[in-house]
Nanobody
Framework: QVRLVESGGGLVQAGGPLRLSCAAS????????MGWFRQAPGKERQFVAR???????YYDDSVKGRFTISRDNAKNTVYLQMNMLQPEDTAIYYC???????????WGQGTQVTVSS
């Protein structure tokens, strides 16, 4: 059974950093594409970043240059380092895995990130 558990969310002032973690079980993060998504109040869930099997990374334009996705294969954990946070980054952040086909089919429960101005 695949389980993804996010942590590291919280309240931070604008301009500050935060690092999110996604601890995985039932899936090896180095063998599947892993991603981060976010959902702000009243908005649809949107893509933030992803990391491929080979370690290539991709970002939404809104976070490029500020956020970094990485993984620790020994800990079977995926991270999202977020720098220069802005109030518009406030959202619930979700970790996801793409195990079958082209859809993100496994999701964590999410962690709240709130950025105050």
């Amino acid at each position: 059974q695949v389980r993804l558990v996010e942590s590291g969310g919280g309240l931070v002032q604008a301009g500050g950093p935060l690092r999110l973690s996604c601890a995985a079980s039932g899936v090896t993060v180095s063998r599947y594409p892993m991603g981060w998504f976010r959902q702000a109040p009243g908005k649809e869930r949107q893509f933030v970043a992803r990391i491929s099997l080979l370690g290539s990374t991709y970002y939404d334009d809104s976070v490029k240059g500020r956020f970094t996705i990485s993984r620790d294969n020994a800990k079977n954990t995926v991270y999202l380092q977020m720098n220069m946070l802005q109030p518009e980054d406030t959202a619930i952040y979700y970790c996801a895995a793409k195990l079958v086909g082209s859809t993100w089919d496994n999701w964590g429960q999410g962690t709240q990130v709130t950025v105050s101005s």
